[in-house]
């Protein structure tokens, strides 16, 4: 494990969400920049257009609704990708991900790189949350694990950074080939007191139709935003410096990128 003892830069309320906002109105021209149809970048401005009436009538910062144990549904359909075939992902698995890594990198101060246990030692948050998907199903889950917020303090959010990327081992294809899951969210959800990587669900490890061993609750958005199987988080300044054009494997397949529930 590194950087714990390093000289944190704390990064004030008021400086992430003022970046936070200036980044939505680069986004419709950042699309429109990168050769989109006029329908495409509409679309796109439509999307923030949502998002910034969403904000104006939500504070962002609310909190999602949290439930009773006795609410915790029986089953939780895992989706999408169940297990993955990466070679790599099969490796740690197979050993128990004892020799998993959580990398932290980017626009940080201080990379990281951390196990399992380096991750429970750390302050936890349980929670339990009704999970959205776009297929038209819902369930609840208690999630446990440690806050974003605390790890991005403990790497150093440089002042450049406006997202957060979240790299997972999967690719929805089950193949070795094809493009790999990934997500990304704002500071304002990166920053926000119900966004976990979540290492037990439903007081247990969390198994890997689940995500294991790592996943993200990012509560105030829908399922596909739910990160699993994450390898490495990554602050960027940019959708540009994403994996793709629209910040997520879903939306850049044309879903919204901001899925606000
Ligand atoms: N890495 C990865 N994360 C993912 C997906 C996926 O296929 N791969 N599917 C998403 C979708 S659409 C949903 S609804 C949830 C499902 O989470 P669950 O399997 O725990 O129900 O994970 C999301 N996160
Ligand atoms: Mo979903």
Not at 145 to 150: D, N
Not at 151 to 163: N, T, V
Not at 218 to 236: D, N, S, T
Request: contains cysteine; glycine residues 8%.
């Amino acid at each position: 494990m590194t950087g714990t003892a390093h000289p944190q830069t704390p990064l004030s309320r008021r400086s992430w969400l003022a970046r936070a906002g200036a980044a939505v109105g680069v986004m419709t021209l950042a699309a429109c920049q990168r050769g989109q149809t006029i329908s495409e970048s509409l679309r796109v401005s439509a999307e923030a257009l949502t998002r910034r009436s969403q904000r104006l009538l939500i504070p962002r910062e609310a909190l999602a609704p949290e439930y009773q144990p006795s609410q915790i549904s029986p089953f939780f359909k895992p989706n999408g990708s169940i297990d993955p075939a990466a070679s790599d992902y099969v490796a740690l698995k197979d050993g128990g991900f004892a020799d998993y890594r959580l990398m932290i990198d980017g626009l940080v101060e201080q990379p990281l790189s951390l196990s399992l246990a380096d991750l429970r030692e750390r302050p936890a948050r349980t929670q339990i949350t009704k999970h959205d998907c776009v297929e038209g199903w819902t369930a609840i889950g208690q999630w446990t694990g440690v806050r974003l917020e605390t790890l991005l303090e403990e790497a150093g959010l440089m002042p450049e950074a406006r997202y957060i990327v979240f790299h997972c081992f999967d690719a929805l294809t089950q193949t070795e080939e094809g493009p790999r899951y990934y997500e990304s969210i704002d500071l304002v959800d990166a920053m926000h007191p119900q966004t976990i990587l979540a290492y037990d669900m439903n007081g247990q490890t969390l198994g890997v139709p689940n995500g294991a061993p790592l996943r993200l609750r990012v509560e105030r958005q829908l399922g596909y935003k739910q990160a699993k199987y994450i390898r490495r988080i990554e602050a960027v300044d940019s959708f540009e410096a994403m994996p793709g054009p629209r910040g997520g494997y879903w939306p850049d397949r044309g879903y919204e990128w901001y899925a606000g529930i």
